[in-house]
């Protein structure tokens, strides 16, 4: 033990400055990724993990399959969405911004930006979404057959960029 408890003068600071601290955070993480965007227009699914998971537990975490069908609904209407997508291991939390919208000249993409304790980095924006089989790691993975209806909790969602080159899966 520390010496110090929430109920001393000195905890009860420390405690306020860490929740001050916290919420200063969020609303910066708020204001980076908004960019001048009017969330009025864009239907909004915020998940948090409820407690820390291993990176092989996440790839069949049923807040993985929500977030992949919310963003696939967007795509496919097309219609404007926001997911925040927070998730923690034992030592490490982020939080991903993604965006489906317009961009400046109309084409439909997937605006993504990763949150962390430690940077902001804004990932290539991508304009084509598809179900796959997922691959290894580092690989694209195997498009769905016409007859094959998406699993979202087995099957990923692959990201192309403007080029249509692959840019990762989701």
Same mark, same amino acid.
């Given at each position: 033990?520390?010496?110090?408890?929430?109920?001393?003068?000195?905890?009860?600071?420390?405690?306020?400055?860490? #929740?001050?601290?916290?919420?200063?955070?969020?609303?910066?993480? @708020?204001?980076?990724?908004?960019?001048?965007?009017?969330?009025?227009?864009?239907?909004?699914?915020?998940?948090?993990?409820?407690?820390?998971?291993?990176?092989?537990? /996440?790839?069949?975490d049923p807040l993985m399959a929500?977030?992949?069908?919310?963003?696939?609904?967007?795509?496919?209407?097309?219609? #404007?969405?926001?997911?925040?997508?927070?998730?923690?291991?034992?030592?490490?939390?982020?939080?991903?911004?993604?965006?489906?919208?317009?961009?400046?000249?109309? /084409?439909? /993409?997937?605006?993504? /930006?990763?949150?962390?304790?430690?940077?902001?980095?804004? @990932?290539?924006?991508?304009?084509?979404?598809?179900?796959?089989?997922?691959?290894?790691?580092?690989?694209?993975?195997?498009?769905?057959?016409?007859?094959?209806?998406?699993?979202?909790?087995?099957?990923? @969602?692959?990201?192309?960029?403007?080029?249509?080159?692959?840019?990762?899966?989701?």
């Open positions: 033990m520390n010496g110090l408890t929430t109920a001393s003068p000195e905890g009860v600071g420390i405690a306020r400055a860490i #929740r001050t601290s916290a919420g200063r955070m969020a609303r910066t993480q @708020l204001t980076t990724s908004l960019r001048g965007r009017n969330l009025e227009r864009y239907d909004k699914l915020s998940l948090k993990d409820a407690e820390p998971r291993a990176v092989v537990e /996440r790839s069949r929500q977030a992949r069908s919310f963003l696939w609904q967007h795509w496919q209407e097309p219609r #404007r969405g926001y997911l925040v997508l927070t998730g923690s291991s034992v030592d490490h939390a982020s939080t991903f911004h993604v965006f489906v919208e317009p961009d400046d000249i109309g /084409r439909w /993409r997937v605006y993504r /930006r990763s949150i962390d304790q430690r940077e902001i980095t804004d @990932l290539p924006t991508d304009y084509s979404m598809r179900w796959v089989l997922p691959g290894d790691r580092d690989k694209p993975g195997t498009s769905l057959t016409q007859s094959q209806a998406p699993n979202p909790v087995e099957d990923r @969602l692959e990201l192309r960029d403007v080029c249509r080159e692959w840019d990762g899966s989701f």
